[in-house]
């Protein structure tokens, strides 16, 4: 399959709510042509079968995100599909492999261009679309519960926000690791399918505020948690600290309700926790081997069918903004995909 000269993308032209329908005024983003650009020498190109949403994307076309790229630009960051083109250094892929990816944006459209440290390799029987949607989650959720935390058999973990991309990776690493798991969601549906993931006990907040966490974990866990994991923030986070056993880790992944809390260093202090804040991405930096080992390990794992990435919904890219409100609106279980080919192409 040759690169051809040009393919069809989402492009961000001005900043924006992602939601708004494509070719009004104030519309975030329109599908576009792209031209195909020149291939780095330690770089792969993919041919697109499905991209994965995450909430940074729309926190980004907002302007509400730490990497900030210069207008216009294809958003993106996670992709699988097929390798079309390799750059002159590149040793560990080749044309033909089937590959999930990292981008560094770019990944909503037919094509897109990752670094091959960014390129995991995929087993040819696996599920190439569900793939999309493990690099940044499962990646994330590995590296904070094996390398931060160092969560053993026989210890309890929260899971908040457990049936959202993060975290319901986190309950299937969890169940991996050999922990008993709490998952706290809202909704029947997210509850089924956490049940159906290998969570132990689930907590449904729909009918409940954050402010009655602990009371509901009296049953679930009496003599608390060994282990925090965080992607929501705001009440629920500080009534999680009040459900932690002595000596528990406190995961800090995100703050998907907006909400950044404010922790009392004394409650730190009394219990011995310990709190990590994690940005899996800046580890490419910072510690570049723990961060390939996090990707190879998902890969492994997802390869050898104990991880498996559940898709709650799949639109085409004239469809994203449908997509991004499904995400905004706590509609999502798992990952949502975008899947930039018609069916038959591919
Ligand atoms: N630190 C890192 O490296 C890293 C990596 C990946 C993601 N993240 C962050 O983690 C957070 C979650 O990401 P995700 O991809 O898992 O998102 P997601 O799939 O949309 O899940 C977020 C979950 O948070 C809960 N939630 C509570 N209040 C919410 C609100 N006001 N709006 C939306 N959701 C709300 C929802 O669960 P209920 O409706 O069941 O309550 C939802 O399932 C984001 O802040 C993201 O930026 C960080």
Redesign the pocket.
């Known amino acids: 399959m040759e690169p051809g000269s040009d393919f069809k993308a989402l492009l961000c032209e001005r900043l924006g709510d992602p939601q708004e329908t494509m070719g009004k005024p104030h519309s975030a983003l329109r599908v576009a042509r792209m031209p195909v650009s020149p291939l780095p020498n330690s770089s792969v190109r993919i041919k697109v079968a499905a991209a994965a949403l995450?909430?940074?994307d729309a926190?980004q076309l907002q302007g509400q995100?730490q990497v900030k790229p210069k207008l216009p630009f294809v958003p993106g960051s996670e992709c699988s599909g097929t390798v079309i083109e390799v750059g002159r250094d590149v040793r560990t892929v080749k044309v033909g492999d089937k590959v999930c990816a990292v981008t560094e944006g770019g990944a909503f459209g037919e094509q897109a261009v990752a670094r091959e440290n960014l390129v995991v390799k995929l087993p040819a029987n696996c599920d190439v679309d569900a793939a999309a949607g493990l690099p940044?989650?499962y990646g994330?959720a590995y590296l904070a519960l094996r390398d931060r935390a160092d969560l053993r058999p026989g210890q309890t973990i929260l899971v908040?926000?457990?049936?959202?991309?993060?975290?319901?990776a986190a309950v299937q690493l969890a169940k991996c690791c050999g922990a008993r798991v709490v998952a706290?969601?809202?909704?029947h549906s997210?509850v089924t399918t956490l049940r159906e993931a290998g969570a132990d006990e689930v907590i449904n907040?729909e009918h409940h505020k954050p402010e009655q966490l602990k009371g509901l974990m009296r049953h679930c866990a009496p003599q608390g948690v060994d282990c925090v994991f965080d992607?929501?923030?705001?009440t629920?986070l500080t009534e999680a600290l009040r459900c932690c056993r002595w000596g528990a880790h406190v995961l800090?992944?995100?703050?998907?309700?907006?909400h950044i809390p404010k922790v009392a260093a004394n409650v730190l202090l009394v219990k011995n926790l310990t709190m990590h804040g994690?940005?899996?991405?800046?580890y490419q930096q910072h510690n570049p081997r723990l961060f390939r080992k996090s990707l190879e390990e998902v890969g492994r794992l997802f390869g050898s069918g104990e991880l498996n990435v559940n898709i709650s919904h799949r639109f085409s890219l004239e469809q994203a903004p449908e997509a991004f409100s499904i995400?905004?609106?706590?509609q999502?279980?798992?990952?949502i995909l975008l899947l930039p080919q018609p069916r038959s192409m591919l």
């Open positions: 995450n909430f940074a926190l995100y940044i989650a994330t908040l926000g457990a049936a959202g991309g993060v975290g319901l706290v969601a809202r909704g997210k907040m992607p929501v923030g705001g629920l800090i992944i995100g703050f998907a309700s907006g994690i940005f899996w991405g800046s995400m905004m609106n706590r999502v279980i798992g990952k």
